[in-house]
């Protein structure tokens, strides 16, 4: 691929390319230098990504796969790849800019524009990983040339796990660091399902952890929690909060959080309960 970029091919199953019975798609660097030079100079940088490509970016960010600022200096814009014989995504190793192909602006692709993102993005990391390590000119080098079934390799595990991600949701481990048990009720801002069963309590022992109930699409969630102490319990919540609510026949009031994820594309959410010293 002479001009560095690497194409994306499917994601369980919902990627199938559309070129012709039998046909394989071009690389990137075999499509016309023109259609790539126009659809580059076309792309948008991070505040002005055209609305499906900027949603698939947000929900990247809200699961805790990306943080904004890693979108800040990648150009995201929709070519006609896959007209032109191509891949349905590529991500230039030299100068920072993405291209997806133009089937991914409806509003019925957005699931799996995340994921595609999510290769193409990841590509984007590696090429400033080795550029940091061997130099700008890795790009046009032996090595990259090299390195490209490993990167893509990679790549396609990664944007496979984000899809999941997406499906699923991302589990939140609640951590109680305390010396004693803790009362726990929790709802993620997005979760992947509603919960059916009324309101509950969940009870961590002391040093331990435990999942919550639902899985998550955002860092953000709401909780209020309480040591079990027969007195003097240590309890988080916000007093001000306007999220209040009824649980077991306790009326609380719930603190806003924004966790972090412990890896990109694996791992849960940890809200982790740290009691004051006394």
């Known amino acids: 691929m002479i001009r560095g970029r690497a194409g994306i091919f499917c994601w369980a199953g919902l990627m199938a390319l559309a070129t012709p019975a039998g046909a394989e798609p071009l690389t990137a660097d075999l499509l016309a230098p023109q259609l790539l030079a126009d659809c580059e100079d076309k792309a948008p940088p991070f505040d002005r990504y055209a609305p499906p490509v900027a949603a698939a970016a947000r929900s990247l960010i809200d699961i805790g796969v990306f943080a904004a600022e890693e979108f800040v200096d990648v150009r995201v814009g929709f070519c006609a790849l896959q007209a032109a014989g191509g891949p349905v995504a590529t991500a230039s190793c030299g100068d920072g800019v993405i291209l997806l192909d133009e089937k991914y602006a409806r509003p019925d692709q957005a699931l799996v524009l995340g994921a595609t993102l999510a290769h193409e993005m990841k590509h984007h990391l590696q090429h400033r990983e080795k550029k940091a390590r061997f130099g700008a000119g890795y790009c046009e080098g032996a090595r990259y040339a090299a390195d490209k079934p490993s990167l893509e390799a990679e790549a396609d595990a990664f944007g496979d796990a984000v899809g999941e991600l997406f499906v699923s949701g991302r589990a939140v481990e609640i951590i109680n660091a305390c010396e004693e048990p803790?009362?726990?009720?929790?709802?993620?801002?997005?979760?992947?399902?509603?919960?059916?069963?009324?309101?509950?309590?969940?009870?961590?022992?002391?040093?331990?952890?435990?999942?919550?109930?639902?899985?998550?699409?955002?860092?953000?969630?709401?909780?209020?929690?309480?040591?079990?102490?027969?007195?003097?319990?240590?309890?988080?919540?916000?007093?001000?909060?306007?999220?209040?609510?009824?649980?077991?026949?306790?009326?609380?009031?719930?603190?806003?959080?924004?966790?972090?994820?412990?890896?990109?594309?694996?791992?849960?959410?940890?809200?982790?309960?740290?009691?004051?010293?006394?």
């Open 182 to 278: 803790v009362l726990v009720y929790l709802e993620p801002d997005d979760p992947v399902a509603v919960r059916g069963a009324a309101p509950r309590f969940q009870r961590i022992a002391a040093k331990s952890s435990a999942f919550a109930a639902e899985r998550a699409l955002t860092a953000t969630v709401r909780f209020h929690a309480r040591t079990m102490a027969a007195r003097a319990a240590f309890v988080w919540q916000d007093r001000t909060s306007p999220h209040s609510r009824i649980v077991e026949g306790r009326s609380i009031r719930l603190r806003e959080m924004r966790l972090s994820a412990a890896g990109r594309e694996k791992g849960p959410f940890r809200l982790r309960l740290t009691c004051a010293p006394p």
